[in-house]
């Protein structure tokens, strides 16, 4: 590959037409530049790449080898070329998202499906991770937008070079089966009125499933513990929301889960809210994404949907 590419071309031509004349013709250059460029090939490669006769030449067993590379090398970059005119002529975007997969299953995809149908032309490829991980990700210019929970900004970090959109507000909830909650201890609900020393002594030894400590959610709600000296013994740690739904559907403990995801588990009794006395505070999910590049139409045009769709924060 340190090769000029030139001379592949030239040494392509020349393996087609079988004679250096008649590709110095065809490329419009002449036939000592053809023969130049083919010499220069060979030392460089240092294999003989034609058999010379008065009548042409031929392609020696490595030159057909080379030939083989060389043809599909040329043609891909031809269909790449074919495929950004075309990209052009038809203005297609392509726009690069990351996100969580518990916010991709609940709150991106819902949204991506009405709007790629009204908006043919822009493509999207989705990079799943955490919030954080999305956010070094937009630092390195390696993805162009997040949809991320957004994290508190300090001090330090108001100037950070991170640009946030607010497109939806979340509350952390815990859940349990009344099955659990039940074999775990008798009055449940009397024992509820108990504020202060509900999940200090009713729950104690309880088992909470809980995101691990790298997600922002986990560390949202681990802040709010710690402001009330509440010390959960049991964790159950999972990497994604979903699992943690699964594991209180099927009584295995405590989840703490946003509660958009399990509104109709809430509704059909299949899970109930603990009542903590204090609330957790709402947090906000939304876009991130650099604040010193260009937003690009396409990018504008999906931010827009999204402030539509969801309404006001």
Same mark, same amino acid.
């Given at each position: 590959?340190?090769?000029?590419? $030139?001379?592949?071309?030239?040494?392509?031509? %020349?393996?087609?037409?079988? $004679?250096?004349?008649?590709?110095?013709?065809?490329?419009?250059? *002449?036939q000592?530049?053809? @023969?130049?460029?083919?010499?220069?090939?060979?030392? $460089?490669?240092?294999?003989?790449?034609?058999?010379?006769?008065?009548? #042409?030449?031929?392609?020696?067993?490595?030159?057909?080898?080379?030939?083989?590379? %060389?043809?599909?090398?040329?043609?891909?970059?031809?269909?790449?070329? +074919?495929?950004?005119?075309?990209? =052009?002529?038809?203005?297609?975007?392509?726009? *690069?998202i990351?996100?969580? =997969?518990t916010?991709?299953?609940?709150? !991106?995809?819902?949204?991506?499906?009405?709007?790629?149908? +009204? $908006?043919?032309?822009?493509?999207? @490829?989705?990079?799943?991770?955490?919030?954080?991980?999305?956010?070094?990700?937009?630092?390195?210019g390696?993805?162009?937008? #997040?949809?991320?929970?957004?994290?508190?900004?300090?001090?330090?970090?108001?100037?950070?070079?991170?640009?946030?959109?607010?497109?939806k507000?979340?509350?952390?909830?815990? %859940?349990?089966?009344? @099955?659990?909650?039940?074999?775990?201890?008798?009055?449940?609900?009397?024992?509820?009125q108990?504020?202060?020393?509900? !999940?200090?002594?009713?729950?104690?030894?309880?088992s909470?499933?809980?995101?691990?400590?790298?997600?922002?959610?986990?560390?949202?709600?681990?802040?709010f513990?710690?402001?009330?000296?509440?010390?959960?013994?049991?964790?159950i740690e999972?990497?994604?929301?979903?699992?943690?739904?699964?594991? =209180?559907?099927?009584?295995?403990?405590?989840?703490?889960?946003i509660?958009?995801? %399990?509104?109709?588990?809430?509704?059909?009794?299949?899970?109930?809210?603990?009542?903590?006395?204090?609330?957790?505070?709402?947090?906000?999910?939304?876009?991130a994404?650099?604040?010193?590049?260009?937003?690009?139409?396409?990018?504008? #045009?999906l931010?827009?949907?999204?402030?539509?769709?969801? #309404?006001?924060?």
């Open positions: 590959m340190e090769q000029n590419l $030139n001379l592949y071309q030239v040494f392509f031509e %020349v393996a087609n037409c079988r $004679n250096f004349s008649i590709a110095a013709k065809k490329m419009y250059i *002449s000592p530049a053809i @023969s130049k460029a083919i010499a220069r090939l060979e030392e $460089n490669l240092d294999t003989l790449l034609f058999h010379r006769c008065s009548k #042409g030449v031929t392609l020696t067993r490595e030159g057909e080898l080379l030939y083989h590379y %060389v043809e599909q090398a040329l043609h891909t970059l031809k269909a790449g070329e +074919e495929q950004l005119q075309f990209s =052009a002529s038809q203005k297609v975007s392509h726009l *690069s990351g996100v969580s =997969a916010l991709c299953k609940y709150i !991106l995809l819902p949204v991506l499906k009405s709007f790629l149908e +009204e $908006n043919p032309n822009i493509k999207i @490829s989705i990079f799943c991770q955490s919030t954080y991980d999305t956010l070094a990700l937009l630092q390195e390696t993805i162009d937008i #997040g949809l991320v929970g957004i994290p508190p900004l300090t001090d330090t970090e108001k100037n950070h070079p991170i640009t946030y959109l607010p497109l507000r979340i509350e952390d909830i815990f %859940v349990a089966t009344d @099955s659990y909650l039940n074999s775990f201890q008798n009055g449940y609900r009397e024992k509820m108990d504020k202060e020393n509900f !999940l200090k002594g009713t729950l104690k030894g309880a909470f499933i809980m995101l691990n400590s790298e997600n922002i959610s986990r560390r949202h709600v681990d802040s513990l710690a402001e009330h000296q509440i010390a959960l013994e049991n964790v999972v990497n994604n929301m979903d699992l943690a739904i699964e594991f =209180a559907r099927a009584g295995l403990g405590i989840a703490c889960v509660s958009d995801f %399990v509104d109709n588990d809430l509704k059909k009794g299949t899970l109930r809210e603990l009542k903590l006395g204090h609330k957790i505070p709402r947090r906000q999910i939304g876009f994404y650099p604040s010193r590049r260009p937003v690009m139409e396409a990018m504008d #045009g931010m827009q949907y999204c402030r539509g769709y969801f #309404g006001d924060v």
